[in-house]
């Protein structure tokens, strides 16, 4: 199975090198730019890296890939760059999906006092973090825990377990899709301090 990341930093990284080492065929990357740890440990590796601005150029996916892989990305995936790919584009949201849909879904849980959270492998689709799931995992929030120390002790390594569990199941024809229920739905904007005054 040929795959394509579509990701920035740690994540997108660690995913990588993940599926390399697992003898997975990554075909491409497009990180948000050249200094990306993504784009840096493609070129590394042999493996074609371009750089994507606000969505992601269909002409940068190769015509032979099998499932788009999305690890971080804060770019657009539209439908046109997903149909590229013959399964389509899955990525990895840090929340129970329908809950907390957005870029700061790790803090707004904390935030909200939730005693748990997790990450859903998803597949995408052109909402925001609305497409059908996929996998899910959970963990428990800590007292006093904060938005990095989650991610870097559960979230994290969730997203890369995942990914490789999704991987698995796609590769097999047996990758489930199961549509968000909206009535449970929430999405929150940015964190700020400012957004959170009025709270």
Known sequence: MKLFIVGQKWLADALLRQCADGG?????????????RLFRTAEAMGIAASVHARSLEPAVVPENVDLILSAGAHCFIGQAARSKATMGAIG???SLLPQHRGRDAIRWAIHMREPVTGGTIYW?????????????DWCHIRPGDTAAELWRRDLG???LRLFALAIDLAARGRLPRRPQCEHT?????GFSGRLL???
Do not use: F, K
């Open 24 to 36: 997975l065929d990554v075909v491409g990357v497009s990180a948000p730019s050249r200094d990306d």
């Open 92 to 94: 990895y949201h840090p």
């Open 124 to 136: 995408m689709d052109d909402g925001a973090d609305t497409g059908d799931i996929a996998i899910q």
């Open 157 to 159: 390594p969730m997203g």
């Open 185 to 189: 739905a929430s999405w929150e904007p």
């Open 197 to 199: 005054s009025g709270l």
